[in-house]
């Protein structure tokens, strides 16, 4: 019995490092788009979605910190399509 209860918990474990190193990967290439929206001047030509973009990603970092992956990836998502639509109207984008 007590073999199966470390068994479980490692396999717990695992999974929640994996579901973190997952949203820190999401989390950093929603940091990238952004950053490459803000090079376009999407601050100036596309407020509204690189200012969501930016909150978006803020919340998710918040979400990953108090272990709330789920949520972080959906904020992270919401992020990454925000600052991808910023960047096409900035000019950016590809055409």
């Known amino acids: 019995m007590r073999r199966a209860w ?17 949203t820190e990967t999401a989390m950093q290439n929603a940091r990238t788009s952004l950053a490459q929206a803000k090079a376009a001047g999407a601050e100036k030509k ?13 919340k998710a970092n918040i979400e990953a ?3 709330n992956y789920s949520s972080a990836e959906v904020l992270t998502k919401q ?13 950016g984008g590809a055409k």
Do not use: N, P, R, T
């Open 6 to 22: 470390i068994v479980l918990c490692a396999v717990v474990l695992v999974a929640g490092l994996v579901a973190g190193c997952a």
């Open 46 to 58: 596309a407020a509204f979605e690189y200012y969501a973009a930016e909150e978006f990603l803020k």
């Open 65 to 67: 910190e108090e272990g």
């Open 79 to 91: 992020s990454q399509e925000y600052s991808a639509k910023a960047l096409q109207m900035a000019g």
